[in-house]
């Protein structure tokens, strides 16, 4: 028997987290940027539509905004990435998007399929 994780994604506005589940199991967390106030990250439930490594830049050259990695949500402009300022985790600082340490977005998009579910909320 061949055991297929059911990954899905769920971040909290308030504790500025990202949680990875395998059905209702906890499997990680990861510290988070997200939107400030004028440009809040959207809540509801979305679906990650793709993924592309070093966005807007190229290995070993000057990383744009977007750090290492990108995961495009399915409410369009917004998605899970990189940054190239990691001093920003762990702050309201970006325009709605979720921002993760470069080791940690890369971590993930190694598990999470295309399809995955992510649902923001702000508990």
């Not at 395998?22 to 809040?40: E, M």
């Not at 592309?52 to 000057?62: A, E, I, L, Q, T």
């Not at 920003?88 to 999470?112: Q, T």
Request: aromatic fraction near 10%; charge should be positive.
């Amino acid at each position: 028997m061949i055991f297929i994780p059911a990954y899905r994604i769920r971040i909290s506005i308030n504790k500025l987290r990202l949680y990875l589940f395998d059905g209702n199991r906890l499997i990680r967390s990861y510290p988070v940027g997200l939107g400030k106030i004028a440009t809040s990250t959207p809540r509801g439930n979305f679906t990650i539509i793709n993924k592309v490594p070093y966005p807007n830049s190229y290995r070993g050259g000057p990383l744009s905004v977007f750090g290492t990695y990108w995961m495009g949500l399915s409410k369009p402009h917004y998605g899970i990435h990189g940054t190239n300022n990691p001093s920003s985790i762990g702050h309201y600082v970006s325009r709605g998007c979720i921002r993760m340490h470069n080791r940690d977005v890369e971590s993930l998009a190694k598990l999470v399929p295309i399809g995955t579910p992510v649902q923001i909320r702000q508990e």
